[in-house]
Structure formats: structure tokens, C-alpha cells
């Protein structure tokens, strides 16, 4: 989920030019992956320079030696969501693996585009093409997503397998905004003057419209019993509101909170504006928080990440495989890429958090988060989401609110996430809408 800016339309050239591009390199492949930019290990030290077989390539000789059979991988980029629903309904790329956000996996597959995974729907478990998943995958992540259904009644999981999940908060700049200013969304409508013009937002109406969500329903969210069964269902029902009601009260909330506290709206840049001080506090994804906050450390700068205590967004970007896929050779780029050793890499690359779970992911973790002799430390008990197992890191309490808070949130505050549902046919009017806002 790097970047999730809705594009309504795509600039004609760009889309003819890579309509021709694309197309007429895939038939040179047995594999083409299309993913989103900077999403995989590519075999390259901090500086760029190459210095190892990238995942892509690794697997080509991984196949080989397995099968006796040379195969060619084509990997291509996307930027959003909406650029790769667009170069693939338009066929100006044909891919066989894709990963979209959960949810443009529920638009293509209520539209028919994808085919399905090798899943059993009765079990809620990967079949043996795709047995790392089932060996390794997160039984946490797996059972947040399993009862996500379609509108066929079908199980989402059916079409997607989880590569990176994360959460969506603030990032932020402890030597100016306290812990407590920023663990609520309210604070996007604060009229102390402390907060004006200190936060950028993303220029997405998807993660943006969640916001104004918190706000607009925040009574009827606090006031849900958290020890109900159908907690986070009930919640989460409050969460994808699109109805003309809640559409224009988010509207007016959104122009509100630019009018009081909103420096402006940001792609991709405010991972790195939030480290030079532009302003004191960015909307973040929880990867995108990682690499703002190892960015400041570089600069003798230390940063912080708050979820909101309302709750927020839980999002996983899964492969998925387009109709006409080579399904067979797909399913086995996934299984590789959900290898303990490979996820591991993938994650060090990229700074988001992987759904798989073996000894290779607890190492790195371990590597990256736990206290040294003699530090004073928080015993963190992480069991609930590798499964099974005793699974404890003491992390530093000097280091806790930030990388690693960020990409491993407590069962507590995760029973307070949703994931975001397809408008459907709602989503003109919430494009209008976000337009409207931009423009105020």
C-alpha cells in the first residue's frame, strides 16, 4: 500500500504508452508481475548499487533447479490502486500476478477479473501449491480476513494472498506534539493554535474519508461494547458508511478540519517532509512511518507513530492472479515469496510488515527490536500473532511508540482496526465529494 492516490482518470498518453510498452514485452515472458513501486527485495544495498540477486531473479534460478526448466520474469511497477485497476481492465498490461489493496481485490473480483487462488473456503486454509502460506502464514492475519466476503457471498481470501498488512495513524514530532495531542482523530479538528496548519493528510479520498469517519461517528464508536462478539463488526459496519448522509457530513468535516489544522494533502512526499520539519505531524501508513522514522534517526531526529485510540484502518495488499493468468507458475511465485528466508528479505527491504511468520521473520525482528543488556525494557508478548507458540521480545522503553509499535500493534488495538470495503456504486458520489474538498 505504498501509495493509494485515486486517480479518475488516467492521462491518455501515459496510458497508450505504456498500453504499448507493456504489451508488447509480455509475450517474451512465462511470468509478469505487476507490483507496486519499491515493494520488493531488488538485490540492492542502501546506496542502490546491486549486490545480490533480487527476488524476481532468485526465483528464476530457484525454478530452475527445482524443475530443469529455464523461465523468464517480466516485473513491472504501479504508483496507486487506480492506475493498476485501469492498465488492467484496459489489457495494456496482461499480468499474471498483480497485488492490489483489500479494497480494489473486492472490486476486481465482484467485477469478475481475477481468478481464484487454490483456497478451501470450508477449511479457511491454502491449498498445497500454496502450503508456505499455510505453514507459515500469520493464524492472526489469516483469521482478521477469512470472513471478509464478497458480494457473490464468496470468501475474499478466495482471490488474494497476503503479502504486506499494516495500519494507518499519524506520524509525528514528540519535541513538538505530546503523545496524548495526536492518539485520537480529534485532533484534526483542534482550534488550539498549536494545531493549525501541522498536518498533511493523504491526497486519497479512501484513507482521508476514514478520518472524518472517527469524527463524524465518534459518540456512536465509543459508545460499542469492545467485550461484544460482534465488536469489531459493528464497528466496522460504522467504518464504510457511504450513504448521502454520511458522505456530506464527512464532506463538511473534511473542510472543517482544512480550514483549522490541515497544512495540505500529500502523496508520498510527507514520508519525508515529516523528517525536515514542513509540519509536526503526517498521515501515515504504519511501512511509511517505519521508513520516516529510520529516516530521522540518520538525521539525529527522533519521530513517534500514534494509532488513534478510536481505532483506524487494517489493510493488506495480497497477490492476486488476473483472469488469464498463468495460474500454476503464479501460485509458485507466491509460495517462494512466503519462504520465511524470502518474506524476511522482502520485509527488510521494504519496511512493511509480512503475514508470514517463521524462525527467518522472528530473527529479523529480534535483530531490529530487541533491547540490549541493560537497557529497561517492556516485555512484549507476541504469541497471539505468530500462533501457538511462545513468541516474547523485550523492546527498549526508550524505543516503544515507534518502529516497532508501528509495524506490530497489540491484539487490543488491532480488535479496534477495520478494513476498508469497495464503495460500489457509492464511489462516484465519494469522488465528487473528495473533489469538492480539495478545491474548498
Not at 130 to 157: K, M, Q
Request: glycine share 6%; aromatic share 14%; with cysteine.
Amino acid at each position: 500500500m505504498k501509495s493509494k492516490t485515486v486517480l479518475l482518470l488516467a492521462a491518455p498518453a501515459l496510458v497508450l504508452g505504456t498500453m504499448f510498452s507493456l504489451t508488447a514485452c509480455s509475450p517474451k515472458y512465462d511470468l509478469v508481475i505487476y507490483n507496486w513501486e519499491d515493494y520488493i527485495y531488488e538485490g540492492t544495498d542502501d546506496d542502490g548499487n546491486i549486490v545480490d540477486d533480487g527476488t524476481v531473479k532468485a526465483f528464476e534460478k530457484y525454478y530452475l533447479e527445482k524443475t530443469g526448466q529455464k523461465i523468464k520474469v517480466g516485473y513491472e511497477t504501479f504508483s496507486t490502486n487506480e492506475e493498476l485497476y485501469t492498465q488492467i481492465s484496459l489489457g495494456a498490461i496482461r499480468a499474471d500476478l498483480i497485488c492490489p489493496s483489500d479494497y480494489m481485490i473486492q472490486k476486481m473480483a465482484n467485477e469478475g477479473m481475477l481468478e481464484k487462488v487454490n483456497y478451501n473456503e470450508s477449511t479457511k486454509v491454502y491449498g498445497e501449491s500454496l502450503s508456505n502460506w499455510s505453514t507459515y502464514g500469520s493464524p492472526f492475519i489469516l483469521s482478521r480476513f477469512a470472513n471478509e466476503t464478497l458480494n457473490d457471498g464468496s470468501s475474499f481470501l478466495a482471490y488474494a494472498v497476503p503479502y504486506f498488512w499494516g495500519t494507518m495513524g499519524f506520524t509525528y514530532d514528540p519535541e513538538y506534539f505530546d503523545e496524548a495531542d495526536v492518539n485520537s482523530w480529534e485532533c484534526l479538528w483542534n482550534t488550539n493554535s498549536k494545531f493549525a496548519n501541522q498536518f498533511s493528510l493523504k491526497d486519497s479520498m479512501r484513507d482521508t474519508y476514514v478520518t472524518a469517519i472517527f469524527h463524524v461517528y465518534r459518540s456512536e464508536i465509543m459508545a460499542l461494547d469492545e467485550n461484544s462478539p460482534t465488536f469489531n463488526a459493528d464497528l466496522s459496519a460504522i467504518f464504510n458508511r457511504c450513504d448521502d448522509a454520511t458522505i456530506a457530513l464527512v464532506e463538511a468535516a473534511l473542510k472543517d478540519a482544512k480550514a483549522k489544522t490541515v497544512y495540505g494533502f500529500e502523496v508520498d512526499e510527507g514520508k519525508d517532509d515529516i523528517v525536515t520539519g514542513r509540519y509536526h505531524a503526517n498521515l501515515a501508513w504504519s511501512g511509511d512511518s517505519v521508513y520516516s522514522m529510520d529516516s530521522a534517526e540518520e538525521a539525529d531526529k527522533i519521530l513517534n507513530y500514534s494509532l488513534p485510540t478510536e481505532g483506524s484502518n487494517v489493510w493488506f495488499d495480497g497477490w492476486c492472479m488476473p483472469k488469464g493468468a498463468n495460474t500454476s507458475l503464479a501460485e509458485e511465485f507466491i509460495n517462494y515469496i512466503c519462504t520465511p528466508e524470502v518474506a524476511a528479505q522482502c520485509m527488510d527491504a521494504v519496511g512493511y510488515t509480512s503475514p508470514i511468520v517463521g524462525d527467518a521473520i522472528w530473527d529479523l525482528i529480534n535483530e531490529w527490536y530487541g533491547a540490549e543488556e541493560g537497557e529497561e525494557a517492556d516485555t512484549i508478548d507476541l504469541s497471539f500473532y505468530f500462533g501457538g507458540t511462545d513468541k516474547t521480545i523485550d523492546v527498549a522503553k526508550a524505543n516503544r511508540g515507534r518502529q516497532f509499535d508501528a509495524q506490530y500493534p497489540t491484539e487490543e488495538a488491532l480488535k479496534r482496526c477495520c478494513m476498508m470495503k469497495d464503495f460500489g456504486d457509492q464511489t462516484t458520489k465519494v469522488e465528487e465529494m473528495w473533489n469538492r474538498v480539495k478545491v474548498a
